[in-house]
């Protein structure tokens, strides 16, 4: 202002300020082209960084995340270098910075954190080892229909081998499909599932129909403990990104809600990668299983120190001309009597032990249980010895958790 005014020079100014010339004509024009704002301090970042990311990176990186809004930094890295190698994409922190600038991040819920269950899981060392089958709790459709999505995965490649709907929870809609899925891609050595229906029923060892055409087809049937979803906890993840992919916001109807179940198993198995994968795809480490699914199922057999007895369609089997109750679920079906001494006995179905009989007082007993846990067991003082194990169960034994 006093440099308008023409009241001093420029020299007499800065030496009143005690600033060289350079400076003084320096704030003039500044002040000259932007006026008293141009005076404010400015930024002293570089106006371009050399090491940032170009915007044709920058553009690809936030398309792809636009594409696939639960995909995190590290798969949309795995994807774009398998989709253009010649390009050199940013780190996955840098990803994540940019999807944060860019408010692509939607911040999750903090949730207290638990030590991982990791037994169950010891066994899935190979794919077919073991299958993880569940239902994703049911949501409706726009016009209002319920949906009941069955899923069976592979425990280790985590291949998504069925996302099916189903009319009815029942076992024989579950059979079809596990049928198709043996035919398609052969047995597995056992399957996890929780203890709902048709999984699993309040029978002698929790068996059901369903399981037990699985030990027919020497399947092992492993069930997770009850309020214990963690214990299958790779296919209860499948199950959050299903629901966030395919039922927000909800399809029309049916055909199109299963057309959704549809394109995210091809998503899910052929291009997003999984960190416990090394990034590798589901389908590039997935493979059929070596033991086929028969032309026709056939019956138990038994070792010839068995006493095979066939139950009754109302759950009884013959003992001394007397009628034992085992459970309507064994209906029809051959069970063998192993002896452990003169009065117990192991029972078992095809190869898997599922309860003790005690031909003193005409009793089953769960496999858990001692005859002396009973008021009608035992003697005085007599504990009866633990049923060791068929040679059978234990080919098919593939973890530490009960077969049945």
């Known amino acids: 202002m006093e440099y ?3 009241e001093q020079t420029m020299s007499e100014l800065c030496e009143i300020y005690e600033i060289s010339r350079e400076t003084g004509y320096y704030w003039l024009r500044r002040y000259k082209h932007g006026g008293l704002e141009a005076l404010k301090d400015l930024s002293r970042a570089p106006v371009r960084h050399p090491n940032q990311t170009p915007e044709k990176i920058a553009a690809a990186v936030l398309q792809l995340r636009r594409e696939h809004m639960t995909w995190g930094p590290r798969k949309l890295k795995a994807v774009l270098e398998r989709r253009s190698p010649s390009h050199i994409w940013p780190a996955a922190s840098t990803i994540g910075a940019l999807l ?13 954190r638990v030590p991982a269950y990791t037994r169950p899981f010891a066994a899935a060392d190979r794919p077919n080892r073991v299958w993880c089958g569940d239902f994703k709790g049911w ?3 726009g016009d209002g229909a319920r949906i009941d999505p069955l899923t069976i995965s592979d425990a280790h490649s985590r291949y998504l081998l069925r996302c099916q709907q189903v009319a009815k929870t029942d076992e024989a809609h579950v059979r079809a499909i596990f049928e ?5 891609w052969g047995l597995p050595e056992a399957i996890r599932s929780d203890n709902g229906a048709p999984f699993a029923s309040r029978a002698i060892a929790g068996i059901s129909r369903l399981s037990l055409w699985w030990m027919k087809l020497g399947i092992v049937p492993e069930r997770i403990a009850a309020g214990h979803p963690e214990q299958n906890g790779r296919h209860e993840r499948m199950h959050g990104t299903l629901k966030r992919e395919t039922a927000s916001p909800p399809a029309a109807n049916r055909r199109e809600q299963q057309k959704a179940f549809d394109r995210f198993r091809r998503e899910y198995n052929e291009e997003r990668p999984h960190e416990a994968l090394q990034m590798q795809t589901p389908s590039a480490v997935h493979e059929r299983s070596k033991r086929e699914y028969p032309a026709r ?3 138990p057999e038994y070792d010839d120190e068995m006493v095979v007895r066939r139950v009754t369609p109302g759950g009884q089997f013959n003992w001394k001309g007397e009628r034992v109750f085992v459970s309507e679920t064994l209906g029809g079906e051959p069970i063998g009597l192993q002896p452990e001494d003169e009065r117990m ?3 078992y179905f095809a190869a898997f032990p599922i309860g003790r009989f005690d031909s003193y007082k005409r009793a089953v007993l769960p496999l858990a249980k001692r005859a002396d846990e009973f008021k009608v067991g035992a003697r005085e003082g007599e504990i009866p010895p633990s049923p060791a194990p068929h040679p059978l169960s234990q080919k098919q034994k593939v973890s530490g958790m009960c077969p049945v």
């Open 4 to 6: 308008e005014r023409d």
């Open 180 to 184: 198709a899925a043996f035919r398609e």
């Open 100 to 112: 944060a600038r860019e408010g692509l991040v939607v911040a999750r819920k903090k949730r207290r």
């Open 139 to 141: 949501f409706e459709t």
């Open 345 to 347: 006995h192991t029972i």
């Open 297 to 299: 199922v056939r019956e």
